[in-house]
Nanobody, 127 residues
């Protein structure tokens, strides 16, 4: 079992930055790829970014490419690790609840493939 807790969301003006964190505990998080997704009111869950278990490969949605950076801290010999989403040049369309997820069974950009999810953190970008 893996527990995920997101933090770092908040209210920011357009053009600003936020850094989201995803604290993972339980089974060894470093064995799994991790993804960030978001959902705005009335919209479907949307892929944002994903990172391989080693951190050596990353994937981004076109809408955030060049503005967001996904990373992870795979501390050795511990069941507590952290994933991050650095968000720069934020726009009002980035407003959503952001979720981290891990242990995908297949396609990293497809939400239902992921096994474990956090509770989400709200990001609101004002004009």
């Amino acid at each position: 079992q893996v527990q995920l807790v997101e933090s770092g969301g908040g209210l920011v003006q357009s053009g600003g930055s936020l850094r989201l964190s995803c604290a993972a505990s339980g089974r060894i998080f470093s064995h799994y790829a991790m993804g960030w997704f978001r959902q705005a009111p009335g919209n479907e869950l949307e892929f944002v970014a994903a990172i391989s278990w080693s951190g050596g490969s990353t994937w981004y949605a076109d809408s955030v490419k060049g503005r967001f950076t996904i990373s992870r801290d795979n501390a050795k010999n511990t069941d507590k690790n952290t994933g991050y989403l650095q968000m720069n040049s934020l726009e009002p369309d980035d407003t959503a609840v952001y979720y981290c997820a891990t242990d995908p069974k297949g396609n990293y950009v497809y939400g239902p493939e992921y096994t474990y999810w956090g509770q989400g953190t709200q990001v609101t970008v004002t004009v």
